[in-house]
């Protein structure tokens, strides 16, 4: 007898299903004035689910998001897998020349937009795309939807039966694309079933529970949020509160009315936290799981959150778009003792870090990060040349640096692309900005090789500085050079209020090296 497939099917869709099995009754998401239990959710999913397929929307279609974090954009979450729909998850930072291409390269049947992104989206669907259905999903706030979208609430059926799709984990859930800080962007494919093993290496890893509540405002077109946190607190049943405005203003207060236990946010949300005028007002008691990661948390920033949190156990989280993204995780038991380390890789992945040769480098040299796990794409979309040199030798490629100690630890350097080439020398920028970190009075610093005719690349430390404090560019530069070998020190300091960040909170980098990369830096020895 020859057994049909539902019967071993477990996908993104079933997870939420089987949640709603087990608490029915327990909130399951909270966003603004919406408040559904795991039984709502696994409905409203359902209803969603048949209102898209009404539309046309069918298995492998892809559908892209455009959308703040809501509860809305859960909920079409989880519908488009109920129906084998790919969803394509955008930044919504992006102009509407670079929503365009995502929408071309992935061949986008529909665009979802939230409130703030209508005339947006409408913009780049018209630029040669397939789009063909516009949806309007709710936001955080109640707002008033254009008349000729079809909204959220219409297409909710009444038929709240699971879609009948037969559906295998094997199939493509999302194409995710990547950042495209150095070039265009690349939409990495991830199955259901990688998805998945990603969120058994996070509730393990993370020490997820039922028991917690967790808050989510990080965005949710970035995986981090979405299936480092959001998918894996559905899969066991958390109570999850949903805002997209992750401001100190917005989120300190919600962690504190909210009795939220475990919170995660990038290194940049973590600092603006801690610099409110509300941090040490705020009621935090609740709060016992921190989670970094997005980008490298300087040492000095660590040491003050233990100081100030001293209540909070946390992780460091470390990985990529291409391995759903989780890879390794430093756990609270070693941030004092590996401070900046990326830890070890998690359950089901196998991390190296080799040199060109793939040979796995000496404990201190510096390699780069490759991985193997059922954690990883299948491919970029369309892209086979890309998709060959990523997977090369039969591993990952990461293209992050970093070195490994004698118990396995790997702690990042950079990026391939940040690695300063200064005088012949190669200088590792993050090196540089955590020993500015260790200079009272700096609040953030990003460093960056800027042309020189003399250096070809000049060690530039772009600051921003702590409300009331005084810092000069000499002072900065003196701290590094007794301190550091005389190649490494910046060349120039650069004083700025703000730098710039993606909605997941990584400094961009390539913008400071535009905006800054005209300006002359004097020949020092």
């Known amino acids: 007898m020859e057994l049909s497939r539902t019967i071993f099917q477990h996908t993104i869709g079933d997870i939420l299903r089987r949640t709603a099995r087990r608490y029915p009754n327990k909130l399951g998401i909270l966003c603004g004035d919406v408040s559904w239990t795991y039984a709502e959710f696994d409905r409203i999913s359902n209803r969603l689910a048949h209102g898209l397929a009404a539309e046309g929307i069918a298995l492998g279609d892809r559908v892209a998001v455009l959308s703040r974090n809501s ?179 917005v989120i300190l207060p919600l962690l504190a009315k909210h009795k939220i236990t475990a919170f995660f946010a990038p290194p940049s949300v973590w600092i603006a936290l801690m610099r409110s005028p509300l941090f040490d007002t705020t009621d935090l008691s609740a709060l016992r799981k921190g989670y970094y990661g997005a980008s490298i948390m300087p040492v000095e920033v660590m040491r003050e959150m233990s100081r100030r949190l001293p209540n909070v156990r946390l992780w460091n989280l470390y990985g990529q778009t291409e391995i759903a993204p989780l890879a390794t995780m430093l756990g609270p038991d070693e941030q004092l003792s590996k401070p900046g380390s990326a830890g070890k890789p998690v359950i089901n992945v196998e991390t190296r870090v080799v040199d060109d040769d793939m040979s796995d480098v000496a404990p201190g040299e510096i390699g780069e990060i490759v991985h193997r796990s059922p954690q990883l794409m299948v491919g970029y979309f369309n892209d086979p040349e890309k998709t060959a040199a990523a997977f090369a030798g039969g591993w990952f490629h990461s293209g992050d640096l970093a070195t490994v100690d004698e118990d396995g630890n790997v702690s990042v350097v950079d990026r391939k692309k940040d690695m300063i080439k200064t005088g012949g020398e190669n200088v590792a ?97």
């Not at 919504?92 to 061949?107: C, H, K, T, V």
């Not at 209020?497 to 400071?512: A, E």
């Open 71 to 249: 509860h809305a954009f859960a909920a079409i979450r989880f519908a488009l897998a109920r129906l084998g729909a790919v969803l394509v998850p955008i930044n919504f930072m992006l102009n509407a020349d670079e929503i365009a291409f995502i929408l071309r390269s992935s061949g986008a049947k529909a665009l979802a937009v939230g409130p703030d992104f209508v005339d947006l989206g409408r913009d780049a669907a018209k630029r040669d795309t397939a789009v063909e259905k516009f949806f309007w999903l709710n936001g955080e706030e109640p707002s008033t939807p254009p008349t000729d979208l079809k909204t959220f609430d219409q297409l909710l059926s009444d038929n709240t039966a699971p879609p009948d799709v037969e559906l295998d984990n094997r199939m493509l859930a999302q194409i995710v694309y990547t950042s495209g800080t150095e070039s265009l962007p690349k939409g990495a494919m991830l199955t259901h079933e990688a998805i998945l093993w990603e969120y058994v290496s996070c509730v393990i890893e993370e020490e997820l529970s039922p028991r917690d509540s967790m808050l989510h405002a990080l965005p949710m077109y970035h995986c981090a949020q979405l299936d480092t946190f959001l998918g894996p607190a559905i899969y066991i049943g958390m109570s999850n509160v949903i805002t997209g405005q992750p401001k100190p203003e």
């Open 429 to 525: 920028s993050r090196e540089v900005e955590e020993m500015v970190y260790t200079l009272d009075g700096v609040s953030e610093v990003a460093v960056v090789g800027l042309p020189d005719p003399y250096w070809i690349e000049a060690i530039t430390a772009i600051v921003v500085v702590k409300n009331g404090a005084k810092l000069s560019e000499a002072q900065v530069i003196e701290h590094c050079r007794s301190r550091m070998a005389h190649f490494k020190v910046p060349k120039r300091v650069i004083f700025t209020d703000t730098l710039p960040k993606n909605p997941s909170g990584k400094i961009l980098k390539r913008d400071l090296r535009i905006r800054y990369g005209d300006m002359p830096v004097a020949k020092t020895a």
